[in-house]
C-alpha cells in the first residue's frame, strides 16, 4: 500500500527529531536521541503529532541510534537500546494511531487517512572492518535485531538512512528483508561532488540497493535543497522504477557560542523541496533543523 501511493502522489516524510528535542529541552549533551522516549515520552509524542498536523504521511520513530547487538563495543548496552527502540517505536504508533491526518480520512498516504511508522535505523558509527573489529556478519545482526524489534512493535516500513558505506547500507537492507516483511527504504548522506565520503557514487548505491531488494532509494542530511537538487537528479536518472527519497538538512548549520542553529526560512525550504518534487521525488521531508512549520508548507504546495 505505502508504495502503491507513493506511484500515485508524493508522500510526505516529517521533520528532525533531534532538533526539534534539543529545542525542547529534552536531548542532554551526550546522549542519544532515542534516550527521550525513555525520559521524555511526551515530548517525542507531540513532535510526531505536529508533524502528523502539518501534513505528513510517513512519521520516523525516534530510533536512530538504538542499535542491538552483542557484538557493538564493549560499552554499549543492548538491553537498554532495545528499550529504547521498542519504546520509540510504539510512541509514534500511538501519534499516528490517535492523531487524524491533515485532511481527515481518505486524504492520508492510505485510502482509510493512515499514517504510517517507519523504524528509522542509522549507521553503526564505525567503518566495519576499517576502523572497528566489527564483520559484515556483526552488522547484519545488530540491523536484524533492530528490524525484528521494530516491527513487532507496529512499524510499517524501515527507513535506513546517513548511510556512507554502501556495503554498510546493504548489510541493513538484507537484514530488515530477512527479519520483517515490511517494506525497506535506504539513503544515503552525499557531499556537493555527488559521492560520500567513503567515495561511494549515486549510481554504485542505486545498483547496490537495488540488487539487496531495496523498495525505495534516496539521499538525505548533508546539504541543503538547493545543494541537493543534483544528487536528487542523478538518483532519479539512475533509479528508473525505484521511487526516490530527498530529506535535506535546513540549509547549513550556523554555529554560535550558544550551539548549533540552522537559518533557513520555511518558505525558502518548501520552494526547494517543491522544485525537487517537480523533477521526480516521490517521497519527500526533512532532515536537520527542519521543522514541522517546513511540512506543512510543503503540503501546502502539493496539495
Given at each position: 500500500m505505502i508504495l502503491d501511493n507513493s506511484n500515485k502522489r508524493t508522500l510526505l516524510l516529517d521533520s528532525a527529531m533531534g532538533s526539534a528535542l534539543i529545542a525542547a529541552g529534552a536531548l542532554p549533551p551526550g546522549e542519544g536521541s532515542e534516550?527521550?522516549?525513555l525520559n521524555f515520552p511526551n515530548v517525542v509524542e507531540g513532535i510526531h503529532r505536529e508533524n502528523i498536523r502539518a501534513g505528513c504521511d510517513i512519521i520516523t520513530a525516534n530510533t536512530?541510534?538504538?542499535h542491538i547487538g552483542a557484538s557493538l563495543r564493549k560499552d554499549a548496552d543492548p538491553a537498554a537500546a532495545e528499550k529504547g527502540l521498542r519504546a520509540g517505536v510504539r510512541i509514534a504508533r500511538k501519534a499516528a494511531d490517535a492523531e487524524p491526518t491533515a485532511y481527515g480520512t481518505g486524504s492520508g498516504a492510505a485510502k482509510d487517512g493512515r499514517v504510517y511508522v517507519a523504524l528509522d535505523i542509522?549507521?553503526?558509527g564505525d567503518i566495519i572492518g576499517l576502523t572497528s573489529?566489527?564483520?559484515h556478519d556483526?552488522?547484519?545482526e545488530v540491523f536484524a535485531h533492530m528490524a525484528a524489534a521494530g516491527a513487532d512493535e507496529g512499524a510499517d516500513l524501515v527507513l535506513i538512512e546517513t548511510m556512507s558505506d554502501v556495503d554498510e547500507a546493504v548489510d541493513a537492507i538484507l537484514a530488515a528483508k530477512a527479519e520483517t516483511s515490511l517494506p525497506v527504504f535506504c539513503s544515503m548522506t552525499f557531499n556537493a561532488n555527488g559521492k560520500t565520503f567513503m567515495g561511494v557514487s549515486t549510481e554504485k548505491f542505486v545498483r547496490a540497493a537495488a540488487e539487496a531488494g531495496a523498495d525505495a532509494v534516496g539521499c538525505n542530511c548533508s546539504l541543503g535543497p538547493a545543494e541537493m537538487m543534483p544528487i536528487a537528479k542523478a538518483?532519479?536518472?539512475a533509479a528508473v522504477d525505484i521511487p526516490v527519497i530527498a530529506q535535506p538538512n535546513a540549509?547549513?548549520?550556523?554555529?554560535?557560542g550558544e550551539g548549533v542553529?540552522?537559518?533557513m526560512k520555511p518558505e525558502e525550504f518548501s520552494g526547494g523541496m517543491y522544485a525537487m518534487i517537480t523533477e521526480g521525488v516521490r517521497i519527500a521531508g526533512g532532515c536537520c533543523g527542519t521543522t514541522p512549520e517546513m511540512i506543512a508548507l510543503l503540503r501546502e504546495r502539493i496539495g
Amino acid at each position: 500500500m505505502i508504495l502503491d501511493n507513493s506511484n500515485k502522489r508524493t508522500l510526505l516524510l516529517d521533520s528532525a527529531m533531534g532538533s526539534a528535542l534539543i529545542a525542547a529541552g529534552a536531548l542532554p549533551p551526550g546522549e542519544g536521541s532515542e534516550s527521550a522516549n525513555l525520559n521524555f515520552p511526551n515530548v517525542v509524542e507531540g513532535i510526531h503529532r505536529e508533524n502528523i498536523r502539518a501534513g505528513c504521511d510517513i512519521i520516523t520513530a525516534n530510533t536512530f541510534g538504538a542499535h542491538i547487538g552483542a557484538s557493538l563495543r564493549k560499552d554499549a548496552d543492548p538491553a537498554a537500546a532495545e528499550k529504547g527502540l521498542r519504546a520509540g517505536v510504539r510512541i509514534a504508533r500511538k501519534a499516528a494511531d490517535a492523531e487524524p491526518t491533515a485532511y481527515g480520512t481518505g486524504s492520508g498516504a492510505a485510502k482509510d487517512g493512515r499514517v504510517y511508522v517507519a523504524l528509522d535505523i542509522g549507521p553503526i558509527g564505525d567503518i566495519i572492518g576499517l576502523t572497528s573489529s566489527l564483520t559484515h556478519d556483526d552488522a547484519r545482526e545488530v540491523f536484524a535485531h533492530m528490524a525484528a524489534a521494530g516491527a513487532d512493535e507496529g512499524a510499517d516500513l524501515v527507513l535506513i538512512e546517513t548511510m556512507s558505506d554502501v556495503d554498510e547500507a546493504v548489510d541493513a537492507i538484507l537484514a530488515a528483508k530477512a527479519e520483517t516483511s515490511l517494506p525497506v527504504f535506504c539513503s544515503m548522506t552525499f557531499n556537493a561532488n555527488g559521492k560520500t565520503f567513503m567515495g561511494v557514487s549515486t549510481e554504485k548505491f542505486v545498483r547496490a540497493a537495488a540488487e539487496a531488494g531495496a523498495d525505495a532509494v534516496g539521499c538525505n542530511c548533508s546539504l541543503g535543497p538547493a545543494e541537493m537538487m543534483p544528487i536528487a537528479k542523478a538518483l532519479i536518472g539512475a533509479a528508473v522504477d525505484i521511487p526516490v527519497i530527498a530529506q535535506p538538512n535546513a540549509g547549513q548549520p550556523q554555529a554560535t557560542g550558544e550551539g548549533v542553529y540552522y537559518d533557513m526560512k520555511p518558505e525558502e525550504f518548501s520552494g526547494g523541496m517543491y522544485a525537487m518534487i517537480t523533477e521526480g521525488v516521490r517521497i519527500a521531508g526533512g532532515c536537520c533543523g527542519t521543522t514541522p512549520e517546513m511540512i506543512a508548507l510543503l503540503r501546502e504546495r502539493i496539495g
